[in-house]
């Protein structure tokens, strides 16, 4: 399958949105920063907590179950919110939802910093919450504003998603010691304000040429006759899809709850020095994202694209376990395979759904399952490490998934051929 759509988008004849007193261009040019910089507020705001969790913990006196809850919590609120939040995108549409988003991502920054541990419980919940929406909307928005862009879109938002994981990881400590984790923390909520300024001239509250929409007529597509509906829950592409990003994203959280804690036990690095690790882990998905769609346009073929991205995920833990001094090589080679994959499920669902409520539909389930596995990641690794004093058999875990996640993955390309050879 080559880098040529795997399927028809689901706009094929809608270009980016055209705020008012904006030719095309400058109008996507302001369509992608909105969605760029929104991005930069979907991760940002929960690892700008890892850095400063001694501080927040020794400061509300927080036990590590106290600790570990608030740093859960965003992680089981994708999982238990994309639902709601796919219903809410349908019926307020995306523009309007978006930037309820960002103004509950910069309430719940305030929040969290504000109090004792049950305010900043609720900023945490809220702002997993509001990144729960952006996590549904981005890529059904990436389909329909940009239906011939949809890999390098994706690469860039992935790449956007990153950028704020390492900004925060890596300035939230100094800028704690100057003026308090607290403060610190808050500070970051300056990203949503700005991105909640250029979203405003892009999009506004209303989606374009669509009134508020309320009742039974909520879904955007609901009047579209041109095909039958998409039933994407009978869709073998869907689970497929589901199950590969159920491995991504537990092996994602697992590494960056852990990866630290393996470098300092097996190599006697210091704190610092692995936790900056974690750093480059982050820092390599920017190339991923961007590396990804690079690919693409040159026409590599997707199923290429995800077994190079497969094979340097699953570096990491057998690295880990055959020649761990050699980390920041694993690492980076690891940081863009989780960068690039992410991009790859994401650019297929856009591309493969037929619909903007299919993809709506298509992406809320594949991030369901996902991010329900992705909550279990921490804990289940810290589990087996307790049980066996050791890192081999987390390390196996972790393993086990991404080859679970490799397979899914081809499995899902094979459907998704399969699908755009019949509908031709």
């Given at each position: ?39 930069l507020n979907l991760r940002a705001p929960i690892t700008a907590l890892a850095p400063v969790v001694g501080d927040v913990s020794a400061d509300l006196a927080l036990t590590p179950a106290g ?29 309007a939802m978006v930037t309820a988003s960002l103004t509950t991502v910069l309430l719940g920054t305030v929040l969290r910093s504000a109090g004792g541990f049950a305010t900043a419980l609720v ?102 006759t041109s095909r039958p509906p998409v039933h994407v829950l009978r869709r073998p592409v869907t689970w497929l899809l589901a199950v590969a990003f159920s491995g991504q994203a537990f092996g ?173």
């Amino acid at each position: 399958m080559s880098a040529s759509p795997p399927d028809r988008p689901a706009r094929a004849g809608r270009s980016a949105v055209s705020p008012a007193g904006y030719p095309g261009g400058a109008a996507r040019g302001l369509a992608l920063s909105a969605v760029l910089l929104y991005a930069l507020n979907l991760r940002a705001p929960i690892t700008a907590l890892a850095p400063v969790v001694g501080d927040v913990s020794a400061d509300l006196a927080l036990t590590p179950a106290g600790a570990g809850l608030l740093t859960g919590i965003p992680v089981l609120c994708f999982a238990i919110g994309t639902p709601l939040a796919s219903v809410l995108l349908a019926r307020a549409g995306t523009a309007a939802m978006v930037t309820a988003s960002l103004t509950t991502v910069l309430l719940g920054t305030v929040l969290r910093s504000a109090g004792g541990f049950a305010t900043a419980l609720v900023g945490t919940a809220l702002i997993g919450l509001a990144i729960t929406v952006g996590n549904v909307a981005v890529p059904v928005l990436i389909g329909r504003d940009f239906p011939h862009q949809v890999p390098r879109v994706t690469g860039l938002y992935t790449a956007a998603l990153n950028v704020g994981s390492v900004l925060t990881t890596l300035f939230t400590a100094p800028l704690a010691g100057l003026i308090g984790w607290r403060w610190a923390l808050a500070a970051w909520g300056v990203m949503a304000v700005g991105a909640t300024f250029v979203w405003l001239r892009a999009y506004g509250v209303h989606d374009p040429g669509e009134p508020p929409v309320v009742g039974a007529a909520a879904d955007p597509d609901a009047a579209d006759t041109s095909r039958p509906p998409v039933h994407v829950l009978r869709r073998p592409v869907t689970w497929l899809l589901a199950v590969a990003f159920s491995g991504q994203a537990f092996g994602y959280y697992a590494v960056s709850a852990w990866l630290p804690s393996i470098l300092h036990d097996q190599l006697g690095l210091a704190k610092a020095s692995a936790g900056a690790a974690a750093a480059l882990f982050q820092l390599f998905g920017v190339l991923g994202g961007v590396g990804v769609p690079l690919a693409l346009g040159r026409r590599v073929p997707v199923r290429v694209v995800s077994s190079v991205i497969a094979a340097g995920w699953v570096v990491l833990p057998l690295g880990l376990l055959l020649a761990p001094q050699a980390w920041p090589v694993w690492c980076a080679l690891a940081g863009t395979s989780q960068g690039g994959n992410f991009a790859v499920i994401f650019t297929v669902v856009a591309q493969s759904a037929g619909s903007q409520a299919a993809a709506r539909r298509m992406s809320a389930t594949v991030q369901t399952v996902g991010y329900g596995c992705a909550a279990l990641g921490p804990s289940v690794m810290g589990a087996v490490h307790s049980a066996t004093s050791t890192w081999v058999a987390p390390l196996l875990v972790v393993l086990a998934g991404l080859l679970v996640m490799a397979a899914c993955s081809q499995l899902a390309l094979v459907h998704v051929r399969r699908d755009a050879t019949a509908s031709l």
